[in-house]
């Protein structure tokens, strides 16, 4: 039964059952890898490569920039064609600056990568600058830095590390497939990444709707004092306060982060991830995607160098059964739709989904009838109406009152909306609006702070140009003087 210490919630069709099944795949290399600088949250890397300059596998061909970026290597040997923009995994189609990769089929590594013998041995602060080296970045979709992650949680002294296996959005399964294949190498990484940060214990939450991934992880966990628990199979059940909140009894406050509780949270692709970069010397460089919905010819989960074009996915796939209504990166909830099949494949890619008809819901949005089955459903207690009738008004900051900030996009109040409301789009352009607003007023702070300095220093300099005037005439006054007096 759903524990009721958690709000809302909803419990939409899994279509699990069309990848579950499906083991992980090595992909082929496409023809072109198109490696966006910006694969994260934070600044975008730096390119350090050149036009025409051969590269191996695994090399650094763009480095963090400031402290909260991640670098992007190389998915294979090759040469880089081109540093110039390509359409961007986001829902604009705006390009973004990318580096493209010609394969040369060598697959020959950077000869400077090599595993840690003992990585248990080196100190924790050294584990978060390899994981941070590696290009890690949290792969439930956050994409945010991990070793920032880890490193910020390592000084606030956390308690507790979980592993987020949940994986509650429909059709996705590749980290059901993960943990089936390979229990091991992700319970090593949460043992690495607890030394990281020096947490006391090890909780892995895994929906029980995925019964075999529990067993192997269980059995993989036996005698490394890792707990593993079951949670129930209901949307938005793989979200940080949710889960927390479920396997700590900690409700995280509201804007807070969950490392100011004691808590820090990763994915369990993310723990595969840390694992590799470790024992093996592997930055990141490839991860598993699910290829899923009814518009496929064939569905399934398969390792996917970094860079590859979607289209190359699709093709592989032996393309559409029938032509898709639409194309989503990510989950049905939470992800994004996208502008064509030319966006590559990056490091928050869980899955590409191509859904009919049937399979998306095209109700024109009708009026509010205040069921209030949004409040109902809203894991964070909040008031999706009330917030959406402010925006509507461009009340903004009203709807910020009611709590827009703590919204985590879930998108469970539009998926309940009988009124087909576009709920989560209104509460995202919101966020964006402020945003913008905030962007703007630092701006004018920022232009009246320098207004005002330039004030002061005219002032000053007019000062200090009438204290020398009064001076010079002093002087020359005490000089005539002088002159006047008798010898």
Not at 73 to 84: F, Q
Not at 151 to 161: A, M, N, P
Not at 178 to 202: D, F, K, S
């Amino acid at each position: 039964m759903f524990s009721p210490r958690l709000r809302g919630g909803v419990h939409p069709p899994g279509h699990k059952e069309l990848s579950n099944a499906s083991p992980i795949r090595r992909f082929p290399m496409a023809e072109r890898l198109y490696l966006p600088l910006q694969q994260h949250l934070g600044a975008p890397a730096t390119p350090i490569v050149k036009v025409g300059e051969r590269v191996r596998k695994g090399q650094l061909v763009a480095s963090s920039q400031g402290t909260v970026s991640a670098p992007v290597h190389a998915p294979t040997s090759g040469v880089v064609r081109a540093l110039a923009e390509h359409t961007a995994p986001h829902p604009s189609g705006l390009p973004v600056l990318a580096i493209t990769l010609e394969p040369d089929g060598r697959e020959e590594w950077d000869p400077s990568l090599a595993p840690v013998s003992d990585p248990l041995a080196l100190p924790p602060e050294e584990l978060c600058l390899r994981i941070g080296s590696a290009g890690i970045v949290g792969l439930g979709g956050a994409t945010f830095p991990a070793a920032v992650k880890l490193g910020s949680s390592l000084k606030r002294g956390v308690d507790t590390l979980i592993l987020n296996g949940g994986e509650c959005e429909p059709y996705l399964t590749c980290d059901d497939r993960l943990m089936r294949e390979e229990p091991g190498n992700i319970i090593r990484g949460a043992l690495l990444m607890q030394h990281a940060v020096q947490a006391r214990r090890v909780i892995v939450g895994i929906e029980d709707n995925k019964p075999q991934a529990l067993a192997a992880i269980r059995k993989a966990a036996e005698g490394q004092g890792v707990e593993v628990r079951s949670v129930p199979s209901r949307y938005p059940m793989g979200s940080q306060k949710q889960l927390v909140q479920l396997l700590t009894g900690i409700e995280l406050p509201a804007m807070s982060r969950a490392a100011d509780s004691g808590v820090l949270m990763h994915n369990v692709a993310t723990a595969r991830a840390v694992y590799q970069a470790l024992c093996q010397g592997r930055p990141l460089i490839s991860r598993v995607v699910t290829l899923s919905g009814q518009a496929l010819t064939h569905q399934g989960n398969w390792e996917v160098p970094l860079g590859t074009p979607a289209s190359y996915l699709i093709n592989y796939a032996s393309g559409f059964d029938c032509a898709p209504a639409r194309l989503i990166m990510g989950g049905p909830m939470m992800g994004i739709q996208l502008p064509d099949l030319n966006v590559p494949v990056i490091k928050g890619t869980s899955g590409i989904l191509a859904l009919t008809r049937k399979e998306i819901n095209t109700d024109e949005p009708g009026p509010c009838v205040r069921c209030a089955g949004c409040v109902r459903a809203c894991p964070m207690g909040l008031q999706p109406l009330e917030m959406a009738a402010n925006i509507r008004n461009g009340d903004f900051e009203k709807a910020r009152s009611l709590g827009l900030d703590d919204c985590v996009g879930c998108g469970a109040c539009s998926y309940i909306c009988p009124a087909s409301l576009p709920l989560v789009h209104l509460f995202n352009y919101a966020k964006g609006e402020l945003a913008s607003r905030q962007r703007e007023a630092r701006k004018m702070e920022k232009t009246r702070a320098l207004a005002q300095r330039r004030e002061e220093r005219l002032v000053r300099q007019a000062r200090e140009r009438e204290e020398l005037m009064a001076a010079r005439r002093a002087a020359a006054a005490r000089k005539a003087a002088g002159e006047e007096s008798p010898s």
